[in-house]
């Protein structure tokens, strides 16, 4: 049958980067499904990472078994 698998990461890097690592994903053979996206800008302790992002992705795809 059909089966979902859902997953749920965090990536941290470059706004540049996060945003390539997003569009590899678009361009996957797999589908993945985004059923949320959290982005905020990446802090080091109290002081904020220059240009650094942390991106959480809830991701679903399918496959059949």
């Known amino acids: 049958g059909l089966y979902s ?3 749920r990461f965090g990536v941290q890097g470059s ?3 996060v945003v ?3 569009r590899e994903l678009e361009d996957s053979d797999t589908l993945f499904i985004t059923n ?3 982005l905020k800008a990446s802090t080091d302790g109290e002081t ?3 240009g650094g992002v942390d991106l ?6 399918f496959f059949y078994q």
Do not use: G, R
């Not at 959480?56 to 795809?61: I, N, P, S």
């Open 5 to 7: 698998v859902k997953i």
């Open 15 to 17: 706004y540049p980067n």
């Open 20 to 22: 390539k690592f997003i």
């Open 36 to 38: 949320s996206i959290d």
């Open 48 to 50: 904020t990472n220059a």
């Open 56 to 61: 959480t992705l809830a991701l679903e795809t």
